[in-house]
C-alpha cells in the first residue's frame, strides 16, 4: 500500500509518439513530462487544445502506453487491476448507454464495482440528488441533454467513491448554473480530503477550485505551483475601500505621489457576470417557478462526505419495524391493502391447450359457458398487506441480481 506521504501519481520523463501505418513519427502528444499528484489536492491540468492534456490522463489510467519514460499510480503500473476501484474518470465525451436511464446506468456501474445491492440502491439515490436529476431518473439517457449526460457522467465517477478522481472537461456542455454546482461540488470534495485531477481549457474553471495547476503546452510542462504564488502580482498594491469621497481620493494619490508612486486606476468593483446569472436563478427557484431540467440541490452525497451507509441487517430491522407497527411514524402511515391475485383455472388452461392443437379452442369455450356453473372455491385469505410488500420487493430485488 502507498504510504500516505507519497504521491498518488508519478510520471518520469514520460513521452508519448503517435506514429502512422509505416511506423513514422506523425505528431509527439507528450515530450519529457515530470509530473506529481499529491494526495489531498485539486491538481489543474491546463492548456490549449492539443496540448497534451487527455493524451496524458489516458496514459494515467493505462489506455495508452507511453512511448518512453514511466509512470506510477499508487505506486503501481497504471495497468495494473487492483488499482482500478480506487480511481473515478469522467471522459471528455459521456460513453453512455442510451436505452437505460439514469438510476440503471448508475445501478450497471456499481454492479462493475461489485457493490451489495442495498449499496448500490443508497449510492444511485444519493448522487441522483446530488446532481439533481431526481426528477428524471427514470428517463433514457439518450433523450438527456449534453449538460445533463454530463451530470450523469460525473455521478458514475462517484459510485465507487475514489480516492483519486480524474476530470476531463467536466463542464463542457453545462449551462452557468450547471458549471457552478460542479466546481462546488469539486470543492467540497477537495474539503473532504480527494485527491482530484481536473483537467481543463477554462482558466475561470481552474482558478476557482484548484490549488495547484500544471500548464501544458506542445505537450511540455511550462509552468507548475501553487495558484497564488503563480497569480499574484507582486509589484502591484490593491486596496479596496467603501465608497471615498473626492477630498479622500485626493489624500490618497497625494501620498502615493510622496513616495514616487502614481495611482494607476480608482473604479468602483464589478461583480462577475456568473455571479450575477445566479442569483437570478435562486431568486427564481426560491419563488418556486417550474422547470423541465436539472436542479440544482447544492448537496454532496452522504457516503462522499464519509457518513455510514445502512447495513443489510439495518434495513432488515426497518422493514420489521413498519411490519409489526413498533415505530409511531410506520403506524401514522398504514400501508394500502393489496389486491389479491386471481385464481388461475387450471382444468380450463388445459383442455385450452389441448383444444389448441386441434384448433377447436372456440368450442371450449362455448361448452364452457353452456355448462352449469361450479361454486367457486373461497379464496385463501389474502397475507398482511405489509408483509406482501416486502416479500414482493425482495423477491424482484433478487431476480434483478440474476438478470
Known amino acids: 500500500m502507498i504510504q500516505p506521504s507519497e504521491p498518488y501519481v508519478q510520471t518520469f520523463k514520460v513521452t508519448k509518439v503517435f506514429r502512422d501505418f509505416w511506423r513514422r513519427e506523425k505528431v509527439a502528444a507528450v515530450r519529457e513530462l515530470d509530473l506529481e499528484v499529491r494526495p489531498n489536492e485539486v491538481l489543474g491540468l491546463l492548456g490549449p487544445n492539443g496540448s497534451g492534456k487527455s493524451t496524458t490522463i489516458k496514459m494515467i489510467l493505462g489506455l495508452l502506453y507511453p512511448t518512453r519514460g514511466f509512470i506510477r499510480v499508487f505506486g503501481k503500473r497504471p495497468t495494473d487491476v487492483s488499482i482500478k476501484a480506487r480511481i473515478g474518470f469522467l471522459p471528455e465525451e459521456s460513453y453512455l448507454y442510451p436505452f437505460l436511464n439514469a438510476w440503471e446506468t448508475l445501478d450497471y456501474y456499481g454492479r462493475l464495482f461489485k457493490q451489495p ?65 460542479v466546481k462546488d461540488l469539486i470543492q467540497q470534495l477537495g474539503r473532504r480530503g480527494k485527491t482530484i485531477v481536473l483537467s481543463s481549457h477554462l482558466l475561470s474553471d481552474v482558478e476557482d477550485v484548484c490549488q495547484r495547476v500544471a500548464i501544458l503546452y506542445g505537450g511540455r510542462l511550462r509552468a507548475c505551483g501553487e495558484v497564488n504564488d503563480l497569480l499574484s502580482q507582486h509589484g502591484l498594491t490593491q486596496i479596496i475601500a467603501e465608497d471615498l469621497s473626492p477630498a479622500a481620493l485626493d489624500k490618497i494619490r497625494a501620498i502615493a505621489a510622496g513616495e514616487g508612486k502614481s495611482v ?45 451507509e445502512l447495513e443489510g441487517p439495518q434495513v432488515v430491522e426497518q422493514l420489521l419495524a413498519a411490519t409489526n407497527g413498533d415505530g409511531a411514524a410506520a403506524a401514522a402511515q398504514p ?66 441480481d440474476h438478470a
Open 335 to 400: 400501508v394500502a391493502p393489496v389486491r389479491p391475485p386471481v385464481p388461475l383455472d387450471a382444468e380450463l388452461l388445459s383442455e385450452l391447450t389441448d383444444a389448441a392443437e386441434h384448433g377447436d379452442g372456440r368450442k371450449v369455450l362455448e361448452d364452457r359457458k353452456a355448462a352449469p356453473t361450479k361454486p367457486a372455491k373461497p379464496a385463501p385469505a389474502p397475507a398482511p398487506a405489509a408483509d406482501r410488500r416486502i416479500i414482493d420487493s425482495l423477491m424482484k430485488d433478487d431476480q434483478a
Open 117 to 181: 445491492r442495498i449499496q448500490r440502491r443508497q449510492r444511485v439515490e444519493m448522487l441522483l440528488d446530488m446532481v439533481g436529476l431526481t426528477q428524471v431518473a427514470y428517463r433514457r439517457v439518450g433523450e438527456y441533454s449534453k449538460g445533463m449526460q454530463r451530470r450523469i457522467g460525473l455521478a458514475q465517477a462517484l459510485i465507487n467513491d475514489p480516492d483519486l478522481l480524474i476530470l476531463d472537461e467536466p463542464t463542457s456542455g453545462l449551462d452557468p448554473l450547471g458549471t457552478r454546482q
Open 264 to 308: 494607476l486606476d480608482i473604479s468602483a468593483p464589478r461583480q462577475k457576470l456568473e455571479s450575477l446569472f445566479l442569483q437570478i436563478v435562486a431568486d427564481a427557484q426560491r419563488e418556486r417557478i417550474a422547470t423541465g431540467g436539472a436542479v440544482d440541490t447544492g448537496r454532496l452525497a452522504p457516503f462522499l462526505r464519509g457518513e455510514g
